[in-house]
């Protein structure tokens, strides 16, 4: 009689953990769909000083800053980055899309959130937040 009991609690306990550990993948499966940015991404009310000038500021301003800036273009502050955004290279440039150079050059591509907050960024009006 005792030993049954055990027996059925380990039965109960490995079913619920099989349930939850389920559960927890098709959660994963919908928040994927549902923010294609990625986990926790977050691309409403971007700020430019808090989101977006970090970005720059961490991959872009090495090459992209003072008399040397590669291609002419310097992104260390609102005024350049508008400025670059608005002569139409900069988007093509870092989503990899043909006929742009690929940016940032020599090093992996910006992650997937990173370049949905700029986009989302641009998309409400390039503030400067
Ligand atoms: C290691 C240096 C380096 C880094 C880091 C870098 N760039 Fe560049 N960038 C260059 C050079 C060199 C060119 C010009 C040569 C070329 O087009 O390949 C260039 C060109 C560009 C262009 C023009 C591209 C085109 O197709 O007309 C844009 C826009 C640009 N960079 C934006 C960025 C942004 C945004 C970042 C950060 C995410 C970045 N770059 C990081 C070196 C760099």
Redesign the pocket.
Known sequence: MERQTIKLKTIIVIFISIALISLQSCYKDNEEELYPGGDNCNTENVSFSQTIMP??TN??V???SGAGA??G?K?TNHTEIVA?ID?G??V???SHQS???A?????PK?SDCAISQIEAWIVLGKNNN
């Open positions: 970005i720059f991959n872009c090495g090459c992209h590669s291609a273009i992104l670059a002569g290279r900069l093509g440039a870092i006929g742009f150079s940016m940032p050059q020599g090093a910006l």
